[in-house]
């Protein structure tokens, strides 16, 4: 394959070609570490692309209770500094006009790689679809608020990889003009965040947001708290400079000190209550409101092109769970606990809790937690569908995942990532299974391998044709497919327990 970088040398695997470790931008090392992504050098001869490369530095992630999620998030790290690159799987390279897939990992911006095991992309190219998984700048490196750096450094990685997508398409059979930009967890915040971006117009033609939020933005004075915390830990001025010289060792060690949500700030209603203290952060540049809102003005205003026509989009119906179940939350965590939640959640904690716990009399605290949770990604979600169904010439799918695992003693659920091996169509993989796994202790059946069958053909479908195969969603009839082993279109967002705030 020859690359704007030079010729790739890949292999081909089970009636696929695969190449591994392409960059998309030069290695972000010293200054670059903090600086918006620059162009990848080019090399003679042919590169050896038959291995996968080094991966971002991230921390060791310990917070599921031991649950394997190593299929998610990969591998143990992959040292080097050359790791902002791709992984394309195609059908054959020498072909053209095939759609792309561009895959954001997730990993709560974290952690996280595309080279994980579940992102094989044989399945997609044996189905006619090239698919691009790629790394991004993760932790400090990728979204600190640092003076004299730009924000969201991760979202730029993202914008330049699907730059080098439209420039190199046609090199592996793809067509530039057929791109799909795809992410889950975190990964869908960045799509989120794509739909909303100036320098993102142009570069795919449609989206895919598997469990985001289109409400995840922070506003600056959020994320210069995690900077000023982060950096009384390191012992350094909030400058970027300053950190250029910081071994990558350092600053993942420096993560564990902070609180997994970020900081508590007075007047500052958390939109995601995720596991992660950074989310993208509203700049004013490449992001000027939450994305959700930012596409609501745009289809008020008629201001600027469109930058999906088609977007697929949703959740699945316990999200939360994976957060609550494995390391035991759910039947141990207090009411205190629970009202703590509520307040970076709303401006009145006691009546969002009264109307949770009407909706679910009986719940115990973790299992309002666990909903509470859980509704933040369908409300999210439902506002940027909501948002994008009503811009012209657009079209909106949504659905729910509600497959349940029974990991846990059947406790996991239709989890947060658990949609993820049937997208995929790798619920065959060994390590998804076990008593503490994705998919738990049973071996997948007919009826699991039909779903997933079913499941991949309808993402397949979308990035091919722009139509996964039902109903289209607007917000007045609202109507979302509930993927399980039997799939049934309904009319209105599927949830036990409602999303919004009360009235």
């Not at 700049?283 to 201001?303: F, H, I, K, N, S």
């Not at 769970?321 to 629970?338: K, N, Q």
């Not at 082993?485 to 009235?503: C, D, F, I, N, V």
Request: proline fraction near 9%; aromatic fraction near 6%; charged fraction near 15%.
């Amino acid at each position: 394959m020859r690359t704007t970088g030079g010729r790739a040398r890949g292999l081909h695997q089970d009636g696929v070609q695969v190449f591994h470790g392409i960059p998309y931008a030069a290695a972000p090392v010293g200054a670059a570490r903090f600086a918006a992504p620059a162009p990848a050098p080019t090399w003679h001869g042919v590169k050896d692309a038959t291995r996968p490369g080094p991966t971002a530095p991230a921390p060791v992630r310990n917070g599921f209770g031991g649950m394997d999620l190593s299929p998610v998030t990969g591998p143990p790290p992959i040292p080097g500094d050359a790791y902002l690159t791709v992984t394309v799987t195609t059908p054959d390279a020498g072909s053209g006009g095939l759609p792309v897939l561009v895959f954001v990992h997730g990993g709560g911006l974290l952690s996280g790689t595309g080279q994980a095991a579940l992102y094989d992309g044989g399945p997609f190219a044996r189905n006619g679809v090239v698919l691009v998984t790629l790394n991004y700048r993760l932790g400090i490196p990728g979204w600190l608020s640092l003076p004299g750096a730009p924000e969201n450094r991760g979202l730029l990685d993202v914008i330049a990889a699907l730059r080098w997508v439209a420039d190199n398409a046609p090199t592996f059979g793809g067509d530039p003009h057929r791109v799909t930009v795809a992410g889950q967890s975190a990964g869908a915040m960045i799509v989120a965040a794509l739909l909303a971006a100036p320098p993102a117009t142009g570069l795919f033609r449609r989206a895919i947001s598997q469990s985001g939020n289109g409400l995840c933005a922070v506003p600056a004075g959020h994320s210069l708290a995690i900077t000023r915390q982060m950096c009384a830990t390191l012992g350094l001025p909030a400058r970027a400079e300053a950190f250029h010289g910081v071994d990558e060792s350092r600053l993942t060690a420096a993560l564990h000190a902070l609180p997994p949500a970020g900081p508590a700030l007075s007047g500052h209603l958390d939109p995601s209550l995720g596991n992660s203290p950074f989310k993208p952060v509203i700049d004013g540049v490449l992001l000027d409101r939450q994305p959700a809102l930012a596409l609501r003005t745009a289809g008020r205003e008629g201001a600027g092109p469109v930058t999906a026509r088609e977007l697929l989009i949703g959740t699945t119906t316990d999200e939360a769970a994976l957060y609550t179940v494995p390391g035991g939350a759910i039947s141990s965590m207090t009411t205190r606990t629970l009202g703590a939640l509520a307040a970076r959640r709303s401006a009145r904690p006691e009546a969002l809790l009264a109307h949770y716990r009407a909706r679910l009399p009986g719940a115990g605290p973790g299992e309002l937690a666990t909903r509470l949770m859980t509704d933040l990604y369908t409300a999210g979600s439902r506002a940027l569908a909501d948002a994008h169904s009503a811009l012209p010439g657009t079209r909106t799918f949504a659905y729910t995942f509600s497959w349940r695992s029974t990991a846990f003693d059947d406790q996991l659920g239709a989890c947060h990532c658990v949609e993820l091996p049937f997208v995929f169509d790798r619920t065959d993989l060994p390590a998804l299974h076990g008593a503490r796994a994705l998919l738990g202790p049973d071996l997948p059946d007919r009826g699991v391998a039909d779903l997933a069958a079913r499941t991949h053909a309808a993402w397949v479908a979308f990035a091919t044709h722009g139509d996964p195969g039902w109903q289209p969603y607007d917000s007045g009839r609202q109507a979302t497919m509930r993927i399980d082993r039997t799939w049934r279109l309904h009319h209105g967002t599927p949830t036990s327990a409602g999303t919004g705030e009360p009235a």
